[in-house]
């Protein structure tokens, strides 16, 4: 469980890490980048389900949850600890009633599928998305904005 635990707070961190560098990469100035980086982490966060419940958001929009780096290392994080547990609660001091993680979390409606690899994988997949974008932004902006100064460089290299 540990390793788990260590690999989906990497992944978070590298993910975030890429995010920020790719806004700032393509940003002019750091005020500029620093209020893209908050909107960006906020709505992450609201479309994540970390904020809200996922099945209360209109189905339209469901596919956003899944560009969440707080989706992905929530259910990674939830996975890892919670399924499989039974909690006891003590009724009047003699009465233990039994409740499963599996059981808490239907009642809340958190979904969270028993294979962390998918949330792992997906948070890699963040990663390596916004670096790639980030090194695509910086291309763009270092040759003043055209797809046409990037091809001609290329072909004079």
Not at 21 to 33: D, I, Q, R, Y
Request: hydrophobic share 45%.
């Amino acid at each position: 469980h540990f390793f788990v635990y260590l690999i989906s707070t990497v992944l978070f961190s590298m993910a975030t890490g890429a995010l920020c560098l790719a806004v700032t990469m393509g940003s002019k100035t750091g005020g500029v980048a620093s209020l893209g980086i908050i909107l960006l982490l906020l709505f992450s966060i609201l479309f994540g389900g970390f904020l809200s419940n996922r099945s209360s958001m209109p189905s339209w929009l469901g596919w956003l949850q899944y560009l969440s780096v707080y989706y992905h290392t929530t259910g990674v994080l939830v996975s890892n600890e919670m399924r499989g547990t039974t909690f006891y609660t003590t009724l009047g001091g003699d009465i233990q009633i039994p409740i499963s993680a599996d059981q808490a979390l239907d009642t809340i409606e958190f979904a969270v599928e028993p294979n962390v690899t998918t949330y792992i994988g997906g948070l890699a997949a963040l990663y390596v998305g916004w670096v790639v974008m980030g090194y695509i932004i910086m291309k763009v902006f270092l040759s003043k904005g055209s797809w046409r100064n990037i091809l001609k460089k290329t072909k004079q290299e």
